[in-house]
């Protein structure tokens, strides 16, 4: 089937519960480390690449997977990436006291997603 998410990270956020319950229901545990939760990103990854032929990078896997309540998380994907070359971007973090101050965040996105479903079509 063709990637044609139509929200953030609508793949991502699905694969990462599949690997989450995966994970959980096979006893490894890897949700339980950050280096765990890195594999489980480049899991994701690579399956969505290989398997739905999604040309996008990782940042919804990994972001998905890695970033914790609270913060925002950058991650450099200037490595060569690609199916099997599981190079697991650096990730920095970044705090967001939104709460504290009794803020939120919210994502809104205006792309025009008719551009990108016709190259992946």
């Known amino acids: ?21 995966a994970d959980a229901l096979w006893g490894l545990a890897l949700a339980d480390t950050g280096a765990g939760r890195l594999e489980l990103a480049e899991v994701c990854y690579d399956g969505e690449l290989r398997f739905v032929g999604s040309p996008f990078g990782g940042t919804d896997q990994h972001t998905a997977l890695r970033c914790r309540d609270g913060e925002a998380l950058s991650l450099d994907f200037s490595q060569p990436r690609g199916p099997g070359a599981l190079i697991p971007p650096p990730a920095q973090r970044f705090p967001l006291p939104f709460r504290e101050y009794g803020l939120g965040l919210l994502i809104i996105n205006t792309a025009d997603s008719t551009r990108w479903r016709t190259r992946c079509s």
Do not use: N
């Open 1 to 21: 089937m063709p990637s044609r998410g139509g929200g953030l990270a609508g793949w991502a956020a699905l694969e990462a519960a599949t690997a989450q319950a």
